[in-house]
């Protein structure tokens, strides 16, 4: 039997962190999009400004994925919410619970912080995020599309 810790990362885990991101942004297919480095993890993610939160799962002592979420608001609720930015388990991990406890361990902090909404995008061809984030009791919101402004177009538009 596999014992499943959750726990919040610490800036000692910022490689961790990294190399998770990365394993992430290859199943992707978006490898290159990737622009930090260990010292921006710690940074943006630890740092005396940061805003966003992460948390390391291990199994029977070893890392095996990693969550990353903040806060968000809704005008319509009147209340804060969570945004999960990212979800991941190491493919021979799969299958072991470890995405499940992330996304109960967020859900009981989301309820006990009396948040409205736990939310989070999913690439549309990845059907097994699709299938398991179904089977947790998540419904796609179809009725958005999300936009985005990046890098140069983003400065141009500030400009």
């Known amino acids: 039997m596999t014992l499943l810790n959750i726990r919040p990362a610490t800036v000692t885990d910022a490689g961790l962190i990294l190399r998770f991101i990365r394993e992430l942004a290859i199943y ?15 940074e943006s993610l630890f740092g005396a400004d940061a805003t966003a939160r992460a948390l390391v799962c291990e199994a029977n002592g070893e890392a095996i994925g990693y969550a990353v ?12 919410g969570i945004y999960l930015e990212d979800l991941y388990v190491s493919p ?7 995405g499940k406890a992330l996304l109960k361990y967020i859900a009981r902090q989301a309820v006990a912080e009396g948040c409205g909404r736990f939310e989070w995008s999913v690439l549309d061809w990845n059907t ?32």
């Not at 398991?132 to 140069?152: I, K, N």
């Open 128 to 159: 097994p995020a699709i299938d398991f984030y179904t089977a947790a009791g998540a419904r796609p919101q179809d009725e958005w599309t999300v936009y985005r402004l990046e890098g140069e177009a983003l400065k141009a538009f500030a400009g």
């Open 92 to 98: 021979e991990k799969r299958g072991s619970g470890a």
């Open 28 to 42: 992707e297919k978006a490898e290159q999009s990737v622009q930090t480095d260990e010292i921006g993890i710690a």
């Open 69 to 80: 979420y903040f806060y968000n608001y809704s005008t319509w609720l009147g209340r804060k």
